[in-house]
C-alpha cells in the first residue's frame, strides 16, 4: 500500500485515476470494511487504484481545539499507525493523508472537489457515506458531489449505514461500547479485537520495583476512548502470543501528567527472553475484557497489592474464557 502525506504537486497519483472514498476511518469497523470492499471492486473492475483520503488531524478535533474546549472532541479509537494497519489489511492501493488545518478547513465545498479529487487525484469514481460532508462549513453533501461529478466526468455512488444484529455500525459506537468497557460489543463492531501497536519504550522502571515488569506503548493522543484495566493477549514477541493485563490511561497513583500510556505485564515472561527484551519492538496488544477503571491509590504498596488483585482476576478471567 502507498501512502502519500498531503497532496503538494498536480496529478499527485499518476496514471488513469483512481477510485476513491474520503473519511476519518477511526477504527477501520465493519461499516468501513464494507465500504472499502465495495471500492476495491469498482477499482478492479474500472482499471483503477483504489485509494482512501483520510485526516489528521481529526476535523472535530481540531475545531475543539481551536474553539478552546479540546474536551468536546471525539475520543480516539486508533492511533495513524493502526489505522494504516487495518487500511493496509482490506487491500487498498493509496492511501492519502491529508493535514486538518485552517488552510484545508476554509476551502470551499467545489474547490475542494476540483483541487483535491480532480487536479491532484483524478478521481473516476467517489464513495462516500450516506451521512458524508464536507467543504468550508460543511456545506457540500452528497447531491453537490454528485452533480459536480456528472459535470466534471467522475461516477459518484453512495454506501447507506451498515448493521450488524440492527446495531448500525460507526466510530461513534464503537466509542460508545469502549468506553462502556464492553469489549465483546466492540469485537462485534470491528469485526477483530480491539488492538494497540507500537513499539515498546523505556519507563520509569516502576513497574520492576513493585515487582511486575511492563511493556511500555505510547498512545500520542490525550483521550483514548478505550481506558482502564484490561486482560491482554500481545502479539509480536518470539512469535507466541503473552497474556497479561494492561494499564491504559494516565497513571495517577504514580504520575497522572495527562500522557497516556499503555503498560502491559505479560503474566508469563518466558526465561528465554531475558529482562531486557522488547525495548523498540513493533508489539500488538489485543484488550480482550475490561477489569476496572483506573484508580488512584494511597500508596505505592496499595498500588503493588492491586497490581497483584488484577494479575490474579486477569489470570482466573483467561481460564475461564480458554
Known amino acids: 500500500m502507498r501512502i502519500l502525506r498531503g497532496l503538494h504537486h498536480p496529478h499527485a497519483l499518476p496514471g488513469p485515476g483512481c477510485a476513491l472514498t474520503i473519511g476519518?476511518?477511526?477504527?477501520?469497523?465493519?461499516?468501513?470494511?464494507?465500504?472499502?470492499?465495495?471500492?476495491?471492486?469498482?477499482?478492479?473492475?474500472?482499471?483503477?487504484?483504489?485509494?482512501?483520503?483520510?485526516?489528521?488531524?481529526?476535523?472535530?478535533?481540531?475545531?475543539?481545539?481551536?474553539?478552546?474546549?479540546?474536551?468536546?472532541a471525539p475520543t480516539r479509537i486508533a492511533t495513524l499507525r493502526d489505522k494504516l494497519g487495518e487500511l493496509a489489511r482490506c487491500g487498498v492501493d493509496d492511501v492519502v493523508i491529508l493535514r486538518f488545518d485552517q488552510s484545508l478547513a476554509s476551502l470551499s465545498a467545489e474547490d475542494f472537489i476540483q483541487r483535491m479529487l480532480v487536479d491532484r487525484l483524478n478521481a473516476r469514481y467517489v464513495l462516500v457515506g450516506d451521512d458524508f460532508r464536507f467543504g468550508a462549513k460543511r456545506a457540500g453533501d452528497y447531491a453537490l458531489l454528485d452533480a459536480a461529478g456528472a459535470?466534471?466526468?467522475?461516477?459518484?455512488?453512495?454506501?447507506?449505514?451498515?448493521?450488524?444484529?440492527?446495531?448500525?455500525?460507526?466510530?461513534?459506537?464503537?466509542?460508545?461500547?469502549?468506553?462502556?468497557?464492553?469489549?465483546?460489543?466492540t469485537t462485534t463492531l470491528l469485526g477483530r479485537p480491539y488492538a494497540i501497536s507500537g513499539h515498546v519504550v523505556h519507563g520509569k522502571k516502576l513497574g520492576r520495583e513493585l515487582g511486575f515488569r511492563t511493556l511500555n506503548l505510547r498512545f500520542p493522543f490525550k483521550r483514548p476512548a478505550a481506558h482502564g484495566i484490561f486482560v491482554v493477549r500481545v502479539h509480536g514477541l518470539g512469535g507466541v502470543a503473552l497474556p497479561g493485563v494492561a494499564s491504559l490511561g494516565v497513571r495517577p497513583t504514580v504520575e497522572d501528567a495527562g500522557r497516556v500510556l499503555l503498560?502491559?505485564?505479560?503474566?508469563?515472561?518466558?526465561?528465554?527472553?531475558?529482562?531486557?527484551?522488547?525495548?523498540?519492538?513493533?508489539?500488538?496488544?489485543?484488550?480482550?475484557?475490561?477489569?476496572?477503571?483506573?484508580?488512584?491509590?494511597e500508596s505505592l504498596d496499595a498500588l503493588r497489592a492491586a497490581i497483584a488483585q488484577d494479575e490474579a482476576d486477569a489470570r482466573a478471567w483467561l481460564q475461564a474464557h480458554a
Not at 470492499?37 to 477499482?43: F, K, R, T, V
Not at 467522475?154 to 461513534?172: L, T
Not at 531486557?276 to 500488538?284: C, I, N, P, T
Open 263 to 297: 503498560e502491559t505485564h505479560c503474566l508469563d515472561w518466558p526465561s528465554s527472553f531475558g529482562p531486557e527484551a522488547g525495548y523498540g519492538e513493533l508489539v500488538s496488544v489485543e484488550l480482550l475484557h475490561k477489569l476496572h477503571d483506573e484508580r488512584r491509590y
Open 151 to 185: 459535470k466534471l466526468g467522475f461516477d459518484v455512488a453512495r454506501m447507506m449505514s451498515y448493521e450488524v444484529h440492527g446495531i448500525r455500525v460507526s466510530s461513534s459506537a464503537v466509542r460508545e461500547a469502549l468506553s462502556a468497557g464492553d469489549m465483546e460489543r
Open 24 to 72: 476519518n476511518f477511526d477504527g477501520v469497523h465493519r461499516g468501513h470494511q464494507a465500504m472499502l470492499a465495495l471500492l476495491n471492486n469498482e477499482a478492479k473492475h474500472r482499471g483503477l487504484r483504489s485509494c482512501v483520503m483520510s485526516f489528521e488531524p481529526h476535523p472535530r478535533d481540531y475545531f475543539a481545539t481551536r474553539a478552546g474546549a479540546a474536551d468536546k
